[in-house]
């Protein structure tokens, strides 16, 4: 970078013009930068190369890694196994690997249905984790579809299985639906997952307080938000079909005992009505009125036996059921990454987004920024390409994030002292 250095408005005025001299020893001074300048340009060359090699190295070692994990799969201790697996998530949840996983995806595959058929516990829900990311790092193209219809048998199997750990079939549940999102290509595979995955929460008594073991609570949310976010993909016709049969079992999970499982069903309601309103269908029933009921009183519960937390949680989210249900009204989302935002504007997209999320954690803003899969089921386009200048320009100093918090601390706590204040007059 050349820096140009301007003189003092004082020193100027103070110089003749007709004073050699002065000039000679301003050109100097110029000159003098000039030279510094260049000396740190190319300085700078040489740090960027180097921060380049540097980066070349880190990603080298970085997939050495990734392969010692890969191999480490198969190893004999089930503690070893889980170390590996568990660094693969992580690897696969913060980065997108899409590259260097294509070549390795058969391999990759063999190791993880392995793991599923011979593991226990822990380890088959690692597996069923790793599976997800596999398939969402390969994509909805027919790489993402052969790991998907290599491993959808096993899924089932283990979902199906009432003697599995309920942990190894709450994963294999979250793994069926989001890989069959991905990249299942056949309505075949859609109808035959949905069925599946519709079985656990149609069974007579699920919805009847504590006739569900807490064990399973967490088995039949992962059911149902896989089943729901399949509906968002659903072809009209089947949908059709749904609404006729199905949407009016969903009410009786309300009453469950998990706080979980109530406030998924809510949501999952919450998004059927959308649906029948985009076909222009009418669920007007003889038991709206008794579902309206119901989402009001937990809107509005306060029953002191139940967590204060959970309360709140559950009292937020059914507002805004209740709100869309009675007027259409959608509490609109801003979800913010990067340079970037993207509006979470209905319930099938909200579906959508907390899906994902519940698999990558806090990857999910890496994934919305550089994912092509990601970027087209969410409208973003292609991955933003930024230089360096950019990036840092976008960066927000510590200094100026304290002024922004201090500035609202300061116009928040203002606002509620008018409220809160008791000398107020009271018209």
């Not at 000396?39 to 960027?48: F, M, Y």
Request: proline letters at 3%; glycine letters at 4%.
């Amino acid at each position: 970078m050349i820096r140009v250095c301007l003189l003092r408005p004082g020193a100027q005025s103070s110089a003749k013009p007709d004073s050699q001299a002065s000039d000679d020893e301003a050109v100097s001074e110029v000159l003098s930068h000039y030279s510094s300048a260049s000396e740190g340009a190319s300085l700078a060359e040489e740090g960027t190369g180097s921060e380049a090699v540097n980066e070349q190295a880190q990603e080298e070692e970085a997939e050495d890694k990734l392969k010692e994990y890969m191999d480490s799969i198969l190893d004999k201790s089930a503690k070893t196994r889980q170390a590996a697996l568990q660094s693969l998530r992580l690897a696969f949840s913060s980065k997108t690997l899409s590259e260097f996983l294509l070549e390795r995806r058969l391999t990759l595959t063999d190791s993880l249905e392995k793991c599923l058929k011979k593991g226990k516990g822990e380890e088959q829900a690692l597996a069923g984790t790793v599976l997800t990311l596999l398939c969402l790092q390969m994509g909805s193209g027919p790489e993402g579809e052969e790991v998907f219809r290599s491993l959808k048998p096993l899924l089932v199997s283990i979902l199906t299985d009432s003697t599995a750990s309920p942990i190894a079939r709450q994963s294999c549940a979250t793994a069926l639906g989001m890989c069959c999102y991905i990249a299942a290509a056949d309505l075949e595979d859609l109808v035959s997952c949905l069925s599946c995955l519709e079985d656990f929460f149609n069974t007579p008594g699920v919805g009847e307080g504590s006739s569900v073991p807490a064990q399973h609570s967490p088995l039949h949310c992962s059911a149902l938000q896989s089943w729901s976010l399949l509906l968002t993909i659903c072809p009209t016709s089947h949908i059709k079909s749904i609404l006729d049969n199905h949407w009016l079992k969903l009410p009786l999970l309300l009453s469950s005992n998990s706080i979980a499982l109530r406030i998924m069903a809510g949501e999952t309601i919450a998004l059927v009505f959308e649906l029948a309103q985009d076909m222009e269908e009418d669920l007007c029933h003889q038991d709206t009125e008794f579902l309206r009921a119901q989402l009001k009183v937990l809107a509005t519960e306060s029953n002191k036996y139940r967590a204060k937390t959970d309360r709140r949680k559950q009292r937020s989210i059914f507002r805004d059921i209740l709100r869309f249900i009675e007027s259409g009204e959608y509490q609109e989302e801003t979800i913010r990454f990067g340079l970037e935002c993207m509006y979470v504007d209905s319930w099938a997209r909200r579906r959508t987004y907390q899906a994902f999320k519940e698999v990558l954690g806090s990857g999910i803003h890496h994934h919305l920024q550089n994912s092509e899969l990601l970027r087209e089921i969410f409208g973003l386009g292609p991955p933003l390409v930024l230089d360096a200048a950019t990036l840092k320009a976008s960066k927000v100093s510590r200094f100026e994030k304290h002024l922004y918090n201090s500035a609202a601390f300061k116009a928040r706590t203002k606002a509620r002292s008018r409220v809160r204040d008791k000398r107020a007059d009271v018209l």
